[in-house]
């Protein structure tokens, strides 16, 4: 009833404002980060399409300060914001004979996603949206919130490759593929999300992934041409190196517009395919800091020329009046911040520091779900520390705290033997990549590096890592990069029981973890109680803190 009752009174929110405006007419001069373009086009023989897209948006729903590079310099910038993005996409669909605009997944995060359950995000997309490809963050608190979200789309959301039909809050909101009839011109969309979202995301048990790329693909492509489409849009969130393969190893796709990788596509990717044709692959960065364009003329043949353009969304683009003042009510209605203590010391929360070696910030998370729980040792996967910055000394406040940790995971009482214990090590451990590593280091999950508290040992990175099926979650090559471990300053024994503390997402076997999954309900407990509430709670009982690098974890054997 509640959610209702917000949706009733933002649409007569909306309608009040829009009935208040008077007419605008305003001239864009929409910065152009670089273009490519085929063939001349030719006016009166071939149908034009403008596709537009974003990807990654990560609930950045309000402008932010961003360096842009701008003729060889980084520059500093106040860019994006639905709003801005809302603006061009409605010029764009005034000024243009067909216009799609697409939207490529990762739109969920942080601490507005936690406050809302993206229920904006989804209301924005419907507005000026036609299609959108989920992705994985968009699970990141569970199917069954994602599934509420979707009671506010009208849109087509798109997974070709993810079976839904389990999740009673989803079941029959996610389809494989769309069909748009454009003026003319008739266009099919199916969308793709990563296949490796059992791991990352918080994805249950009854949604269930396809991995295999290719072949729902091949079959997406015989489905639509047997619809009679002219153009086959392959709307991704599976990463540019993964549309690159995917478009050498299948034929009949003419566009790949991608994301979760935040790549900034300057030029278009061209790949050929394996029948010798093309396919055009476009994606435009993460935050909205840009709008992609992508325009192509088609003839019967297929694609004859495209151009492509990325679209600054600084403070030289308007916003839309509606958004603007639908964002604003949003954020207004966000709890203030509220200080929770002081650090002594800068925290670290880049990827570079978190998911490659000991930090600071993360003796801090597992010293705090230690002394909230009293177990022997805690370890949380530095994937699950965000922020990806230096937050430096001074006030930490709840907003802080949701920086860090944006996915709102509760902490979980195990007890495992030190065998089971010694597994999780060298999970973590396989998060590093080594001289001579015979893995692809595009299947390895960084963000599975363990921060701990309680521990101290050795990784040789040199020696071989260990493997899982992430399918089956068997351990197919044990690991032997793990030693000189000790559980309070004593040598871990393997057949001892410890008491450890790590998050739901891991106890969920997220990054591959699956050794803490697969463990019987008597051997595991979910408190329920959040990260940043654990640590919001320890900071207080602390302050001031002054956590640092104590030699827990040695690492050893890299060039």
């Known amino acids: 009833m509640k959610r209702r009752n917000l949706v009733k009174g933002l649409i007569v929110l909306a309608i009040v404002f829009s009935l208040s405006l008077l007419p605008i007419k305003v001239s864009v001069n929409t910065s152009i980060a670089s273009q490519s373009e085929g063939p001349r086009l030719v006016e009166g023989y071939l149908k034009y399409l403008t596709i537009l897209t974003t990807s990654d948006l990560q609930s950045q729903v309000t402008e932010f300060e961003t360096k842009i590079r701008i003729g060889g310099e980084k520059v500093k910038k106040t860019v994006g914001g639905i709003a801005r993005v809302g603006y061009l996409v409605k010029k764009f669909k005034k000024s243009r004979k067909r216009v799609l605009f697409l939207t490529s997944g990762d739109d969920f995060l942080g601490p507005f996603f936690r406050a809302f359950k993206g229920i904006p995000e989804t209301l924005f997309w419907d507005m000026i949206a036609d299609a959108w490809t989920p992705g994985n963050h ?27 039909s389990e999740e009673p809050k989803l079941e029959g909101k996610i389809k494989p593929y769309t069909i748009f009839e454009v003026k003319g011109l008739k266009v099919g969309v199916f969308g793709l999300i990563t296949p490796n979202l059992p791991v990352i995301t918080n994805l249950g ?12 693909s091949k079959d997406m492509v015989s489905t639509l041409k047997s619809e009679g489409v002219d153009v086959i849009i392959a709307l991704t969130h599976i990463g540019i190196d993964a549309d690159k393969d995917l478009a050498s190893k299948v034929d009949g796709i ?18 050929k395919t394996p029948g010798g044709g093309e396919t055009i692959i476009v994606q435009d960065g993460a935050r909205a800091a840009y709008l992609g364009e992508l325009q192509i003329a088609v003839d019967r ?7 492509w353009r990325l679209h600054l969304l600084d403070e030289s683009v308007p916003k839309d009046p509606l958004l603007d003042k639908l964002v604003t009510y949003f954020i207004n209605q966000m709890p203030p911040p509220a200080p929770v203590g002081e650090s002594l010391v800068d925290l670290d929360a880049r990827k570079i520091t978190v998911r490659k070696k000991e930090a600071a910030i993360g003796n801090l998370f ?17 994937g699950g520390i965000r922020g990806d910055k230096i937050y430096p000394k001074g006030v930490i406040t709840t907003k802080t705290l949701l920086e860090m940790h944006p996915f709102g995971n509760s902490i979980v009482l195990v007890k495992v033997k030190g065998s089971i214990l010694k597994q999780a090590l060298e999970r973590g451990a396989s998060a590093l990549i080594g001289p001579n590593d015979p893995r692809d280091p595009k299947t390895v999950v960084s963000g599975a590096f363990l921060q701990v508290s309680g521990l101290k040992f050795t990784i040789d990175v040199s020696k071989t890592p260990q493997q899982i099926d992430m399918d089956t979650g068997e351990i197919v090559v044990p ?17 001892k029981e410890y008491t450890v503390a790590i998050n739901s997402w891991m106890a969920g076997g997220g ?49």
């Open 254 to 271: 003419d566009v790949i517009v991608g994301g979760h990788s935040h790549t900034l596509v300057t030029e278009p990717v061209i790949v």
């Open 301 to 307: 043949k297929g694609i004859y020329s495209y151009k």
């Open 479 to 495: 690991g032997e990069r793990v030693s000189d471990v000790y559980v309070n300053g004593e040598p871990l024994d393997l057949n």
């Open 511 to 559: 990054d591959g973890y699956f050794m803490f999954k697969n463990l019987p309900m008597d051997k595991k407990y979910d408190t329920s109680i959040t990260i940043p509430e654990v640590l919001e709670e320890y900071i207080r009982a602390h302050t001031p803190i002054s956590p640092k690098v104590e030699g827990r974890i040695t690492i050893i054997g890299s060039e």
């Open 138 to 164: 968009e699970f990141d608190q569970g199917p069954e919130v994602f599934g509420e979200a979707l009671d506010y789309c009208t849109i087509p959301v798109l997974a070709a490759n993810l079976d839904v």
């Open 205 to 216: 048990d009854k949604v269930k992934v396809n991995g295999d790329l290719v072949s729902v």
């Open 366 to 382: 597992t010293d705090a779900f230690r002394w909230k729980f009293g177990t022997d040792v805690a370890v949380t996967n530095g």
